[in-house]
């Protein structure tokens, strides 16, 4: 029972979550959905029929019926941003205050005289105040990296959505992107980039800006683990905050054989994602492959046999685009502790209690400095 909940509770971004604050939705209204939006994959929605396409609120998009493969889809996006980065060089100028000069104040953003902005704070800044007035940052899964910059003001354009309330009225001050962002820089741009720099700023930038949203609603689903754990077991998380044990909470939180799969499936799709296919004995692909369709399948299984031998290989420099022992690490590290922090300060507020100084949004419990 527990597994389902929390696997339920947690929000899909990557596939539905676009759509919520992009999309022409609103309370009363519907989303409707073509052959290739998500409706087609979760088919536990309770869809109506409108002008013959299937549609769905937004209540329903966030049910915990539509919503229980989310963790696993999410691994696949945060892996392929990381290849998608490897790709650039490290790029530190991107980085620096004043290494393109003064960029000024980004268009549609808050001034802040006192403070200076790097080129990658420039463009990120730019991007939230896109996205903020298209309602991304109304979806409580999404947490903007500067929300000091923001005006948090919509277009008259779009209506309100209709979300549920699964998170308690603390859940909006539990945001950890200061402490993430400064990992992302100082620990994991170090562990999968080359050093050096390519001219591609524009470029990598981007990547950071995906990668780095893509990591901020994973660790964040945190509130949504931690939500469900607590209606499980109220009061023995209630005892435990109020005798102010964070320890005693993380470990009623922690599961250990959970976290193993998670690391263990993290390096398999690293090594499966981040190598080239074998194509030595491949026939020419055709619409017409005829018996030629054998060796094609066999080379694509040849290909994945060798990823996951390679995958569960502790050696570290393995071939491929990303190291999946950096992938792995990543997760081990970063991904899985600071979404347990954020469980631990969520579960503080939930119970009335301001989380210990451990848990505060510019730091992680146990501090990581290298992969």
């Known amino acids: 029972m527990r597994i389902a909940l929390v696997a339920g509770l947690l929000l899909p971004f990557s596939c539905h979550s676009f759509a919520l604050w992009n999309g022409p939705l609103s309370p009363s209204s519907t989303s409707c959905a073509s052959s290739s939006s998500a409706t ?64 000024g104040t980004p268009l549609g953003s808050k001034e802040n005289d006192n403070k200076e902005l790097c080129l990658f704070e420039y463009m990120m800044v730019g991007t939230e105040v896109l996205h903020s007035s298209v309602r991304r940052y109304t979806s409580p899964e999404e947490h903007p990296f500067f929300p000091d910059r923001l005006h948090l003001k919509q277009m008259d354009a779009m209506p309100q959505l209709d979300y549920p309330n699964l998170l308690d009225e603390t859940a909006a001050n539990v945001n950890f992107n200061p402490i993430l962002l400064e990992k992302y820089i100082h620990v994991i741009l170090p562990a999968i980039t080359k050093d050096g720099d390519d001219e591609q700023h524009g470029s990598s930038i981007l990547a950071d800006i995906a990668l ?13 683990v931690a939500e469900s754990k607590y209606r499980s077991d109220p009061q023995e998380y209630q005892q435990l905050v109020e005798a102010g044990d964070a320890d005693g909470v ?47 399948v066999a080379a694509a299984a040849a290909s994945a046999v060798v990823a996951a031998v390679e995958a569960l ?7 491929g685009k990303v190291d999946p022992a950096v992938i792995e690490a990543v997760y081990k590290k970063i991904i899985i502790p600071m979404t347990k922090d954020v469980e631990v ?7 009335g209690r301001e989380p210990p100084a451990d848990y505060a949004p510019d730091r992680m419990s146990r501090d990581v400095t290298e992969l």
């Open 40 to 103: 087609d994959t979760d088919t536990s929605l309770d869809a109506t029929t409108v002008n013959g396409e299937e549609c769905v609120k937004t209540v329903d998009v966030l049910s915990l019926e539509s919503i229980r493969s989310t963790l696993i889809r999410q691994e696949e996006t945060i892996i392929f941003a990381l290849i998608e980065r490897a790709q650039f060089r490290r790029n530190a100028i991107a980085y620096k205050r004043g290494g393109f000069g003064d960029l």
């Open 212 to 224: 780095l949203q893509a990591l901020s609603k994973r660790v964040h689903y945190g509130k949504f």
């Open 250 to 296: 993380m470990r009623l939180l922690t599961n250990e054989k959970v976290e193993q799969k998670v690391l263990r499936r993290a390096r398999l799709k690293a090594a499966t994602y981040g190598r080239e296919p074998l194509l030595a004995e491949l026939p020419p692909m055709s619409e017409k492959m005829g018996s030629h369709t054998t060796s094609v």
């Open 313 to 319: 290989e502790d050696e570290p420099g393995q071939k």
């Open 345 to 351: 300060a969520y579960l503080f507020r939930r119970c």
